[in-house]
């Protein structure tokens, strides 16, 4: 093979390279649309009206997370299955992004965090790397993590809303779920960093307890429970 020849080889390996990253790109781009559009919607509950929407906003939410599956399933089919890391920077933001969706979703529904498993049921991909498009670890937790500062929010919101007893329960979340992390050997520089964010939103929800506590409003909600 001549320098000419070789070098015409490595230019259409190029080229097919590019058109790879280029239909991953329109795909991702589509997704980013369909993530925004659920983030709208579920951050509408942060409104005074919106907690008691949470029901029909999470159905809504639901809905729209077909379509993601629909999007995934679509790229999935454009670079091959054992190449997922080569391109995974292409999609890693909008996966956390709707990892963080998911978790956010479950927990407005059942005030529970979800589990790796039942993100990647929500998606429509896989857990295991084996088989394929998967959601990888350090893609669930940063959804997690993105979920305990939606929730840092919604407990500042609850008490504008006159829901004095759910910063108390979202304290308990989040308090778990700093324990859970600080389990964790986090060698990601962008996830510790993540997660030297959740520091600041457990001091937060605490400052939002606290100052419901000193004005009595716990105790107000709990004896307007018991009536």
């Known amino acids: 093979m001549s320098v000419t ?18 239909d991953i790109r329109k795909v991702v781009q589509v997704l980013e649309q369909t993530a925004r559009e659920i983030l709208t919607l579920l951050q509408s509950v942060h409104q005074p009206s919106g907690f008691k929407e949470i029901p029909s906003k999470c159905t809504k939410a639901r809905e729209l997370f077909c379509t993601v599956r629909t999007h995934l399933g679509e790229l999935k089919t454009k670079f091959p299955v054992e190449q997922y890391y080569r391109f995974h920077e292409h999609w890693r933001f909008v996966l956390q992004r ?12 059942s005030e529970s965090l979800v589990t790796r498993e039942e993100v990647a049921q929500i998606l429509g991909i896989e857990v295991v790397r084996e088989k394929g498009f998967h959601l990888d670890v350090e893609d669930y ?18 008490v504008t809303a006159g829901d004095y007893s759910r910063p108390l329960r979202i304290s308990n979340f989040i308090n778990q779920l ?3 992390f600080r389990l964790l050997n986090l060698k990601n520089d962008p996830l510790r960093k993540r997660y030297d964010g959740l ?3 457990v001091k937060k929800i605490e400052e939002v307890v606290y100052d419901l506590s000193i004005r009595g409003l716990t105790k107000e909600q709990e004896a307007q429970g018991e009536k």
């Open 5 to 22: 020849e070789m070098f015409s080889y490595i230019q259409g390996f190029l080229s097919a390279d590019q058109e790879i990253r280029e």
């Open 178 to 180: 700093d324990s859970g």
């Open 199 to 201: 520091k600041y939103d």
């Open 98 to 109: 709707l990892a963080f969706l998911a978790a956010f979703l479950v927990y407005l529904e």
């Open 141 to 158: 937790l940063a959804g997690v993590l993105i979920m305990a500062s939606e929730l840092s929010r919604l407990a500042v919101n609850s």
